[in-house]
């Protein structure tokens, strides 16, 4: 039995399309970064705190915001049963944090091969921001429909969630090519961030001698768990130093 979901494109009106029903595994298991207020306090303290409804951004399934890199490699290994040589290690050199990248054949069913980016801060280390890109470059020949049909199941999710009306952005085109399917904060203004991109192919990014057509576009879905959006823990030059 197929269920019908309605698609939201990025350049176009709705559109509908024919998918199988993820949706209870999309909540299972991209949903696993969320726990209650009261819950979240009393894996930390170890006493049973109030739960409240409101939901709490802390990392990615069993990957919490502050841990350490052996800590978050333990994480993605529990959650995906991946060798340790298929988990690559990566620092940026501009805002000196260092990664952890696992890519995923199938995140959850039928959705398309994803690479997972873990982002330790540049100081402590600790583990500050999780990113999941699905399509371009990911996948060599993505699917737009498929990104479109994957988008629209997790805005649903997150969408009924919980989050404050106030803090929540849904179907918003950012800039030219750029659309936020999803965004919240929670009272901690961690922040939950899900984007539909559609460029063209700039001239000179064509792979060998061939040149991108002029409808060759780069199509690609992020989804990225933020801790603290005013990107504390990259390394920066404070105002008024030079």
């Known amino acids: 039995m197929r269920k019908i979901v309605e ?7 709705m559109h509908t399309a024919r998918t199988r029903p993820v949706l209870v595994a999309a909540a299972l298991l991209i949903g696993a970064c969320f726990m209650s207020a009261g819950a979240e306090g009393s894996a930390r303290k170890g006493i049973a705190d109030k739960e409240t409804a409101d939901p ?34 990566q620092s940026n050199d501009e805002d000196r944090t260092s990664s952890l990248v696992a890519t995923v054949t199938e995140i959850f069913p039928d959705s398309e091969p994803a690479q997972v980016v873990y982002i330790h801060g540049y100081k402590q280390k600790k583990l500050i921001q999780v990113n999941i890109l699905w399509g371009s470059p990911v996948t060599e020949e993505p699917d737009p429909q498929a990104l479109v ?20 952005v849904m179907n918003t085109r950012v800039d ?18 899900l984007q539909l991109i559609s460029r063209k192919v700039p001239l000179g990014e064509g792979k060998g001698e061939k040149k991108p057509e002029p ?7 992020w989804l990225s768990y933020i801790e603290d959006p005013r990107a504390e823990g990259i390394l920066g030059i404070e105002k008024g130093k030079f």
Not at 176 to 190: C, K, L, P
């Open 7 to 13: 698609t939201a494109a990025a350049d176009g009106p």
């Open 215 to 221: 409808q060759d576009r780069v199509v690609s879905l």
């Open 56 to 89: 709490q951004v802390t990392g990615f399934r069993s990957a919490r915001f502050g841990m350490s890199m052996s800590e978050t490699l333990e994480a993605i290994q529990r959650d995906f049963q991946l060798r340790r040589e298929d988990i690559l290690e």
């Open 149 to 168: 049909t994957t988008a629209n199941i997790l805005r649903k999710y997150f969408g009924g969630l919980g989050f404050d009306p106030g803090k929540t």
């Open 176 to 193: 030219d090519g750029a659309f936020i399917v999803f965004r919240a904060t929670d009272e901690r203004e961690r922040m939950v961030l």
